[in-house]
């Protein structure tokens, strides 16, 4: 994939998630492991045309997976995609700061063994 | 927003010495981050860190000191391909910077190498989180990280 792809779809990709909405529908299925425009309109103050609106701009970038069920679609959220896109920026930080924090703790408790 | 590096800075109530033994020691760092780690910490040294079970489907990655200035400078490159020679291009750079500051010390982190490699490397870098691979870790983050996007011209 060319940078320039890459960048492009990365826009999308961070497009879809910026959305409060969208991000507590993925919060949603990911806890519940799935679920349709129906039963997540029942858990968000939007109405469930709303919601399905939502669900069709994550499933455009990938974040989500619809499969048939009866007259509805039901969804799942995509993990190599929703991993993806996190792992680009956030968790590599985070990441870094959770390393630092064991540094800290473990260098702290030699000292303290060294002074007692 | 600056993709290729990644800076973090912590304050440590412990002397240079001691924080420098915890950055640098293969018996320290696999306390803090891989789950086995087997290199000498002297410059040139090419070892490696195990993330998982080394006999049972275990990630082994390459890992290959670049600097060791005690109490000040330890550094290191990894994740470039197995037998390949470590360098600008094809692995991680991480250097510890430690300052003394007020009877404690300033630790400095520094990992350059994404915009050369790619976010690939990103992605494996995430994989190799250990203790955090749940998406409760994750989502809280997210909503932090799509937060500062608002910011960006």
Redesign the interface.
């Known amino acids: 994939m060319s940078t320039a792809t890459a960048e492009k779809v990365d826009d999308e990709l961070w497009s879809a998630i910026g959305d409060p909405t969208r991000r507590r529908m993925l919060d949603l299925l990911l806890v519940e492991g799935g679920g349709t425009a129906t039963t997540l309109s029942q858990q968000l103050p939007v109405t469930r045309q709303a919601v399905a609106k939502h669900l069709g701009v994550l499933d455009r970038v990938g974040l989500v997976r619809a499969t048939p069920a009866g007259r509805e679609k039901r969804y799942r959220v995509d993990d190599a995609q929703l991993a993806r896109a996190v792992a680009q920026l956030a968790s590599v930080g985070s990441a870094w700061d959770a390393r630092l924090r064991r540094i800290k703790r473990i260098a702290e408790a030699i000292q303290r063994a060294q002074q007692d | 927003?600056e993709?290729g590096t990644?800076e973090?800075e912590?304050?440590?109530?412990?002397?240079p010495e001691?924080?420098f033994?915890?950055?640098s020691s293969p018996d320290?760092l696999k306390?803090?981050?891989p789950d086995d780690a087997r290199y000498e910490a002297t410059p040139g040294s090419r070892g490696e860190i195990v993330f998982g079970d080394r006999d049972a489907g275990g990630t082994v990655v390459a890992f290959s000191v670049v600097d060791v200035v005690p109490p000040r400078t330890f550094s290191f490159r990894w994740t470039h391909p197995d037998g390949e020679v470590a360098a600008e291009g094809n692995s991680l750079l991480v250097t510890f910077d430690l300052t003394p500051s007020g009877g404690g010390?300033l630790?400095k982190?520094t990992?350059t190498g994404?915009r050369e490699m790619?976010?690939e490397v990103?992605?494996l870098?995430?994989?190799?989180?250990d203790?955090?691979t749940g998406?409760d870790?994750?989502?809280p983050?997210?909503?932090?990280?799509?937060a500062t996007?608002k910011v960006r011209p």
Do not use: K
């Open positions: 927003m993709f990644i973090r912590v304050f440590v109530e412990a002397s001691v924080v033994e915890v950055v320290h306390e803090w981050w010390t630790l982190m990992e994404f790619g976010w990103a992605v870098e995430q994989q190799y989180q203790h955090f998406w870790f994750y989502l983050r997210l909503t932090a990280y799509v996007l």
